[in-house]
């Protein structure tokens, strides 16, 4: 299995679609942006406090991810786009990024293990931070950090080589850049990021371009930091660009998904899933990839603002919770 896919069949990387390139040209310039961005991420660990935190959280996500089985998800999911010479299985709802292409196919099933764990890893860290910059509280923060890094879902895809776990760092590296356009401490690098992630991680899974605008409501955080969001758009606007090349990428490749999603759409189901989703009740088994310990601790958090009568972060909680849990 390590290198059944490139020692079997004949991939080639080269572009077949204009998908594929718009795609691969916005990996590499994301690639590109991120090199001198990374050398700013020593200033937001700037006390030995914070440095702590972002190890334990590190750290903790390693482990989990050690400690489980290190299995194959399902390596012919989200290969339509690769030319592999030869008929094969796979599923119709993922793309396969660049990063995984390369990877997958030169270094194996361990490879891109590796890549998961560790853009995963990264994925929790900047959970953390973006939670206390975004003014959740430092308690908060830490455990959501914990959360991203122990929840059973991630845990048990970023220890495999599913294609489509890249969306999730995604995520996280678009909330950041959007948070430093919002707080000022950004400038064009971070708009390209901002720019590029959206672009790449719509197409990687069907609805990821639905979860994508989510970010701003995290970064927002209540309705003092919504209209801070709102008065700071001319500095954040690329990522509405991002979101409109990357769902044109999304209906290009998922075209024929999304005809049969909508052909046997059911509103009755459809408002039993928003609702049980909205409630969190997404995997109830407390084994399951979410279990109810977390389910109880979010029903605490919104029994606790709606007290305060914050329903602007109660509202902000649901939206992202149904959002997240896609």
């Known amino acids: 299995m390590e290198r059944g896919p490139s020692a079997l069949l004949h991939w080639n990387w080269v572009p077949h ?18 090199v001198p961005l990374a050398r700013e991420a020593a200033s937001a660990l700037e006390t030995r406090e914070l440095r702590r935190r972002a190890l334990l959280i590190a750290v903790a996500a390693l482990l989990a991810r050690l400690v489980v089985p290190l299995l194959p998800f399902n390596w012919h999911s989200g290969v339509m786009n690769v030319d592999l010479g030869g008929p094969i ?12 292409q390369l990877v997958t196919f030169t270094l194996g099933f361990y490879g891109i293990l590796a890549f998961n764990i560790v853009t995963c890893t990264v994925s929790a860290v900047l959970a ?10 430092e308690r908060i923060a830490l455990l959501l950090g914990l959360g991203i890094a122990l929840t059973p879902m991630y845990v048990r895809l970023s220890s495999s080589d599913a294609t489509h776990m890249v969306a999730l760092p ?6 950041v850049t959007m948070q430093r356009l919002v707080l000022g401490i950004g400038g064009r690098l971070d708009q390209i990021v901002l720019f590029t992630s959206a672009v790449v991680a719509c197409p990687v899974r069907i609805e990821a371009g639905l979860v994508m605008p989510s970010v701003a409501l995290f970064v927002a955080r209540d309705l003092a930091g919504l209209r801070r969001v709102m008065e ?16 044109l990428c999304n209906l290009g490749f998922h075209g024929s998904g999304w005809q049969y999603r909508l052909s046997q759409f059911n509103i009755f189901f459809f408002l039993v899933q928003l609702i049980f989703r909205a409630l969190f009740l997404i995997s109830p088994d407390p ?7 977390y389910v109880l601790l979010i029903w ?26 896609d």
């Open 128 to 137: 953390w931070h973006v939670s206390r910059r975004a003014g959740y509280g």
């Open 287 to 293: 084994f399951g990839w979410i279990p109810i310990f």
């Open 170 to 175: 995604l995520w996280w590296l678009a909330a």
């Open 17 to 34: 679609t204009w998908v594929d390139v718009v795609q691969d040209v916005a990996w590499v310039l994301l690639f590109a942006t991120l």
């Open 89 to 100: 299985y796979s599923k119709d709802t993922t793309y396969m990024p660049l990063p995984n």
């Open 232 to 247: 700071t758009w001319r500095r954040w606007w690329p990522l509405l660009v991002g979101l409109i090349v990357g769902m």
């Open 300 to 325: 605490y958090y919104l029994r606790w603002q709606l007290r305060r009568r914050d329903y602007c972060e109660v509202a902000a909680t649901v939206v992202l919770g149904s959002r997240r849990s």
